[in-house]
């Protein structure tokens, strides 16, 4: 897997966000790709649920979106990529980290017909910890490409401030813009620059916490959009001080010991650490999918 | 409602099982209480629930599972949330409640009561059946595996409503009950009761369906491995309802590997099998402890002090 070069580096900080195309092998891929469908069916290898499962065959709305949070808990094979100690370190080296915490993961399945995903900022649903720095990494399950929902950035947004949370995330009656539209007013920005990203499976998008970013309809028959994405924290990250409960907390909120600040490992583990220190459970758990194949080393960007 | 507005003493009057419905219930494997909760907490807890599906969460917390999400799901599926104690204060009031507590664990014989879960069931018209099964089977990674349920009627709901059937007696069966999801299944939801039946050696002739009915506010306690399901709503209203389960005070986690982790074994820290009060915090015990956690972060709506 290649590490960065500056200019990389360089985009990130500009742009909010960098795509590295290649990044993962298709023998990477393919397999987790494979066990989408049957994670929404509910199989769920562990047995242990996720921690959001929104859609399922017998309930779900047909052609809706499913979206799954923290799959890692029910699913080994996913956990080998969402632990990956690689991508980890790209997410650090982005970040300036001395190491890495994962702090959730979010699968994507989005079918013919799927409704629009709000524009909004991850550091929307992630700001109780500390320091509250926060680097996602988006990657392509299947391919990707405009008319077809692909994930789609606003250039250069990650320098507005933090919003509100965006009050319909799935399904939005309103413009699927129009949350960010406004925050561009508020940022004194008049055009936004969106850009919808081309990519390929094992393509990788990386991008910052306050980054906004959503998805258009997905009007492309027979094509299902399918995507991971893994939400990393610093390694040093814990709770900010709270009360009976932590504030605005989503997923991460539930996992805060009473009077105890620490994010604790058994629920965010350390997948990578400039010293050379992972969760010991990992180990254990779930191998690590990029620990021995290297990606093609083709490193193009994409604006 | 914010959690100061619940500490206003409800009208809630403590609960006397008699040794008569103890034994009914250790019998039948279910206690029917037609008059339980009284009408304004009933409607103070319903009132938090519809928010709750549109996402709007008092704490910011997420639920531990949630189905039927508006947008994401057929119009007439049921939306089934759980943990919905983490998302709300006024709900955690009553998921919390030690009076509650106290009624599961006497009619469990524990010493003790810890929470487990909370879940609602709003059944919209036409909602689908939900496959029978025991309660005990989701609490499996859980030791010991045994957990009461007070299921509470939160509006009036009859028999066409696709209301709670169970099955007098079948909490003695003999039988397994696999891990399953039970919402809508595309078999007849009875079916698997019948093959627990043939199991235990019961003819079918012998298992008796019964159809709880209860008033808003009234409830049935359900024995963990008492078998039930429930029907298709065949009628214009939804039905409403809410289920608080507990476990044993003493409750821990089985060894790694045992049983199915569901919702629990999330919670589960490494090398350690204590299930944490602050996730599960203990309710009811009978010299008065209550975990740290319950009493900072709610009230308790039936508080009669």
Redesign the interface.
Known sequence: MALLTPEQIEQFQGDGFLVVKNLLAPEQVEPIADRVASLFNGEFETGVYPDEWYWNPRLGLPGASGQMSNAWRSDRHLAALVFSAQIGKISATLGGWDGTRVLSDSLWMKPCGASETTHHQDSMYCFYHTPQHLIVCWIALSAAMPGASTIEYVKGSHRWVRSQAVPEFHAPTKSYRWEMEQAAKRAGVDQPEVLQLTVQPGDVAFHHGHMWHGSGKNLRPDFVRRSLVITHIPAEAQFKPAGAYVEGGYLPGRYKRFGDDAMDESFFPIVWQQNGYRTPFLTDYCQDSTAQAVAAQAVALVR | MTNAMITSRSSYLPMQLSSAQIQQFQQQGFLVLDAFLPPEVVTTVDDRLDPLFA?RFE????P???????????PN??RQMA?MW?CDRTVASLSFSAEIARLNAQLGGWSGARFAMDSCWLKPPNA?EVAFHRNNTYVS?IDPATVITCWIALNDITPDMGTLEVVPGSHRWQCADP?K?V????YDYRQPLWEAAQQAGVEPTQVEVKAIALPAGGCVFLHGDLWHGSGRNRTEQTRRSIAIGTVPQAARFQPPEV?????F??????GDDAM????FPILWTPDGYR???AI???GDILTLE
């Open positions: 996402t704490t910011g917390i997420y531990d599972e949630w189905h039927g999400r508006p947008g994401l799901s057929q599926a049921t943990g983490r689908p990674c891990f999801f919402h809508a299944p595309d049983g199915v982790g569901y919702i074994s999330r919670y589960r820290r490494l944490d009060e602050s996730f975990s740290a956690m900072a972060y709610c």
